[in-house]
């Protein structure tokens, strides 16, 4: 028997990661990434928007200030969730700490930049505000920003998992190799008869011989051979 090397290999394991590294931090970003992305459409229905308080209308602050963090978010997350590569994980993990900062800190830059005006909460006690703030910018900002940098945390680190997982052998089933038929058996006039065969050799070579027809099969009688006497 060989031996097997057990040392492990330190440089293994840079750039490949198990798809489970990120894949809790990323499904959770996906999800917030899209509440941010729809709420402000859907959230008129509740009574739980800013305005303009109609359902489905787009605005540029709507666009710029929502839609586009909610929509990075989402593609962080999804490479988070996906990838196996730690250095697209990375990227999915930044794209989501860039888009919290931007629900948060994005208001501040619309009107020097000219990305339009959220508009004032609908909701008139300040228990009501105080739980748009946070669901649509400061609070869901902070939490993305913190998922994502958690799963940053989680898939910068090259540990001896990680390793392992690179260096971890792989395993293939033997696939079985499917019955070959036997090609049927033909019988010559030149080969010996086989024993325990059904039809012999003789009989074969008589078949294939062609059978000359009688007197008596064309004229229903049989041909008589004169005998001299």
């Given at each position: 028997?060989?031996?097997?090397?057990?040392?492990?290999?330190?440089?293994?394991?840079?750039?490949?990661?198990?798809?489970?590294?990120?894949?809790?931090?990323?499904?959770?970003?996906?999800?917030?990434?899209?509440?941010?992305?729809?709420?402000?459409?859907?959230?008129?229905?509740?009574?739980?928007?800013?305005?303009?308080?109609?359902?489905?209308?787009?605005?540029?602050?709507?666009?710029?200030?929502?839609?586009?963090?909610?929509?990075?978010?989402?593609?962080?997350?999804?490479?988070?969730?996906?990838?196996?590569?730690?250095?697209?994980?990375?990227?999915?993990?930044?794209?989501?700490?860039?888009?919290?900062?931007?629900?948060?800190?994005?208001?501040?830059?619309?009107?020097?930049?000219?990305?339009?005006?959220?508009?004032?909460?609908?909701?008139?006690?300040?228990?009501?505000?105080?739980?748009?703030?946070?669901?649509?910018?400061?609070?869901?900002?902070?939490?993305?920003?913190?998922?994502?940098?958690?799963?940053?945390?989680r898939v910068s680190v090259h540990s001896v998992r990680d390793v392992?997982?690179?260096?971890?052998?792989?395993?293939?089933?033997?696939?079985?190799?499917?019955?070959?038929?036997?090609?049927?058996?033909?019988?010559?006039?030149?080969?010996?008869?086989?024993?325990?065969?059904?039809?012999?050799?003789t009989d074969v070579v008589e078949e294939e011989r062609p059978r000359?027809?009688?007197?008596?099969?064309?004229?229903?009688?049989?041909r008589r051979t004169p005998v001299s006497h």
């Amino acid at each position: 028997m060989k031996d097997v090397d057990t040392r492990l290999d330190p440089r293994a394991g840079r750039m490949e990661i198990a798809r489970s590294r990120g894949a809790a931090s990323g499904f959770l970003l996906v999800l917030l990434g899209l509440w941010g992305a729809l709420i402000p459409f859907v959230g008129p229905y509740f009574d739980f928007a800013y305005d303009p308080d109609t359902p489905l209308t787009w605005t540029a602050a709507r666009g710029w200030l929502e839609v586009l963090p909610g929509a990075v978010a989402v593609v962080g997350g999804l490479l988070l969730l996906m990838s196996r590569n730690r250095a697209t994980a990375l990227l999915g993990g930044w794209l989501a700490v860039i888009a919290g900062t931007w629900f948060v800190v994005g208001r501040l830059f619309a009107g020097p930049w000219g990305l339009g005006d959220v508009g004032a909460p609908v909701a008139g006690s300040a228990a009501g505000q105080v739980a748009l703030e946070l669901a649509f910018w400061s609070g869901l900002g902070a939490l993305i920003i913190f998922f994502g940098a958690m799963a940053l945390g989680r898939v910068s680190v090259h540990s001896v998992r990680d390793v392992r997982y690179a260096t971890r052998p792989v395993v293939t089933e033997p696939v079985a190799a499917e019955p070959v038929e036997p090609a049927p058996a033909t019988v010559t006039a030149n080969e010996p008869v086989i024993e325990g065969h059904h039809r012999r050799a003789t009989d074969v070579v008589e078949e294939e011989r062609p059978r000359r027809r009688g007197l008596r099969d064309m004229f229903g009688g049989s041909r008589r051979t004169p005998v001299s006497h």
